[in-house]
Each structure stands twice: as structure tokens, then as C-alpha cells.
């Protein structure tokens, strides 16, 4: 079985500050892994995902997350928040074929102050 | 432009009317998905859909009918509305070739059962 569980739902940074929203996965095989942003009233827009070429992986928009496999955890970082992140964000497993189905988190709402 | 649209955005209907929500891509992609999307539970997903005419039953299937008859086309009826059916419904899609694929997502719709 997978499941994704994402810790916080809402997480609220400073403007610069960094940001970290943790994924931790389970599965019992390796997993394909990804990031997903959603702004208001719009739909889910892949951020990043992790390919197993590399363990730290960059997407757009300045994040970037690293894939630990002892921790089996995904989080997701990016250096200076800045106020256009503000956003819903979405870690989700894959184990691909089978149908490539997903799994997703419940959600981190990050939230920025000025 | 190539994408995913999903139709209508917003709906209210009431309960036991029969609605049907549309879901049209172009990029000829095999998978397609339809997840609801509620407070709390993140995206779950509802049906999906390897190919024409192969739909297969998701994690909350109970009330939704699916069908694809056409590769572009994935509709999601809701026969009997009930108001716990009553959240965002987003239409995704993705290629066949090659695992790690990001599944791509509509706008979403929104839909109110009265």
C-alpha cells in the first residue's frame, strides 16, 4: 500500500524567510515522487519531481526538494519565500505503471507575510 | 492551445438531478483521472481510465458513472446528486510511455448540490 502524508496544514512564513513543507511517503516498493502547487480557483501545476537520477531535485520557481530514502521523506524547501508562494502544495506518490496512479497528501496551505 | 479543459466551471444543481461534468484534452494522452478535491482529504481519486473504453473504479467511486469513448473525452456523471457529492472536481490526464510521468490537471469545476 502508499500513502503520502504531508505534516502541517498550514504552514505561515515571513517574507525571505525559508520555506520547508514536509511529504513523508510509504511504499513498499520506490517510489516516483512529485510536488504540485494549486493558487486559488485554479487546478494542480506539477512543481517538481523526482526522477531517481539525482536525490536533491530542482523544479521551477526556486524550489527544490531532496529524496531521502532512509527518512522516506520528500520535503520540499525553497531558500526566500516570497509572497506570489502563497499557495496550496501537494506531495504525491506514484509507483508508475499500474495505471500510473497517484496518491496524494492532504495539503500544506503556505501562507507569506509581508 | 493544447491542454486539458474541464466544463462547466461552476454548477449548482439539486439533489437527485442527474449532472455530467466533461473533461476534453489534446494531447492524446492514454491515462486520464478524476479526483474530488475536499477540505482535509487533499485529491481523492474517483475513477480512471487507461484507454478508450477501459475505466476502472477508483477509491470513491459510489454515485459517479464514467465513460470514454473517444480518447480526448472523459465525462464524470453523477446520476442522483446528493449534497455529500457537493466539492471541486478536477479532470487529469497523462502519457503511457514511461514511468515518473507528472499527471497534468484541468482548472477543476465546481459543483454545488442544493
Known amino acids: 500500500a502508499q500513502s503520502v502524508t504531508q505534516l502541517g496544514s498550514h504552514v505561515s512564513v515571513s517574507e525571505g524567510a525559508l520555506v520547508l513543507l514536509r511529504c513523508n511517503y510509504s511504499?513498499?516498493?520506490?517510489?516516483?515522487l512529485f510536488w504540485y502547487v494549486q493558487y486559488p480557483n485554479q487546478g494542480l501545476q506539477l512543481l517538481l519531481k523526482?526522477?531517481?537520477?539525482?536525490?536533491l531535485v530542482k523544479g521551477i520557481n526556486g524550489f527544490e526538494a531532496e529524496f531521502k530514502k532512509s527518512e522516506t521523506s520528500f520535503h520540499l524547501t525553497k531558500p526566500s519565500a516570497h509572497m506570489s508562494d502563497a499557495a496550496e502544495y501537494f506531495c504525491?506518490?506514484?509507483?508508475?505503471?499500474?495505471?500510473?496512479?497517484?496518491?496524494f497528501g492532504s495539503g500544506t496551505k503556505l501562507n507569506v507575510k509581508p | 492551445d493544447a491542454g486539458i479543459t474541464q466544463s462547466p466551471r461552476y454548477k449548482i444543481t439539486e439533489t437527485g438531478r442527474q449532472v455530467t461534468l466533461m473533461c476534453h484534452q489534446t494531447?492524446?494522452?492514454?491515462?486520464m483521472f478524476w479526483y474530488r478535491q475536499d477540505l482535509g482529504h487533499g485529491l481523492r481519486l474517483i475513477y480512471y481510465?487507461?484507454?478508450?473504453?477501459?475505466?476502472d473504479k477508483g477509491e470513491v467511486p459510489d454515485g459517479y458513472v464514467v465513460s470514454r469513448s473517444k480518447t480526448e473525452n472523459f465525462p464524470l456523471t453523477l446520476e442522483s446528486a446528493t449534497r455529500s457529492q457537493t466539492s471541486v472536481y478536477f479532470c487529469?490526464?497523462?502519457?503511457?510511455?514511461?514511468?515518473?510521468?507528472?499527471?497534468?490537471f484541468g482548472d477543476g469545476t465546481r459543483l454545488s448540490i442544493l
Open positions: 487529469a490526464s497523462s502519457p503511457i510511455q514511461g514511468d515518473n510521468q507528472p499527471q497534468h
Open positions: 511504499s513498499s516498493v520506490p517510489p516516483y
Open positions: 523526482y526522477t531517481s537520477a539525482a536525490t
Open positions: 504525491a506518490v506514484s509507483r508508475g505503471g499500474n495505471f500510473n496512479k497517484f496518491y
Open positions: 494531447w492524446s494522452h492514454s491515462y
Open positions: 481510465s487507461a484507454a478508450a473504453d477501459i475505466t
